[in-house]
């Protein structure tokens, strides 16, 4: 009797410890799903980010590429349809063309070596090889800015309105 009395109070005491220790590894259990839930919707959204921003990416590099063809060919309405006039006023059409051909003859060249996306904003890192038939070659490189406005790409123009 006495051993089984004794046997009785090392339960007593034992029984809160073990007790805490088993909530304890219960609680841990707990957190590792939740953790594991957590991680699991973290590496779906940054997924999903990943994904919208390579098409966000790709739309650019389109409208980029596009700009850049017309301006080879000079195609001044296909430019005129791709540019944002910011905090300028928006030129007519023939006021753009005339802006942008001054009527010599010459071959132009360009290539696009970088764009870069900084959110609604983007910048194209292009150079431009202008072979004039009198004055030669010449290489520079610029950078263009672009935006994007109602879920589409365009080259920001500042235009050059003086005496209009």
């Known amino acids: 009797m006495k051993i089984l009395r ?16 088993v ?29 919208q921003h390579l098409a966000v990416s790709q739309a650019l590099r389109e409208r ?17 349809r ?6 300028v006023p928006k030129p007519s059409l023939p006021e753009y063309r005339q802006l ?18 900084y959110g609604d904003k983007a910048r194209a890192a292009l150079e431009l090889v202008v072979t004039h038939p009198v004055l030669g070659t010449n290489k520079t490189s610029h950078k263009q800015e672009w935006q994007l406005v109602d879920n589409l790409w365009y080259k920001v123009d500042y235009g050059s309105m003086q005496g209009k």
């Open 100 to 117: 942008r051909d001054a009527g010599y003859v010459y071959q132009i060249n360009i290539s696009v070596h970088e764009v870069e996306l």
């Open 6 to 21: 004794e046997t009785y109070q090392e339960l007593r005491a034992v029984l809160p410890v073990a007790g805490i220790i």
């Open 23 to 51: 909530l304890i590894l219960l609680a841990g259990a707990g957190q590792t799903t939740t953790a594991s839930y957590l991680q699991s919707q973290l590496s779906h959204k940054t997924m999903l980010e990943s994904k």
């Open 82 to 87: 791709l540019s944002y006039f910011r905090d």
């Open 64 to 80: 980029v590429e596009e700009y850049r063809r017309a301006f080879v060919e000079r195609d001044y309405d296909t430019m005129y």
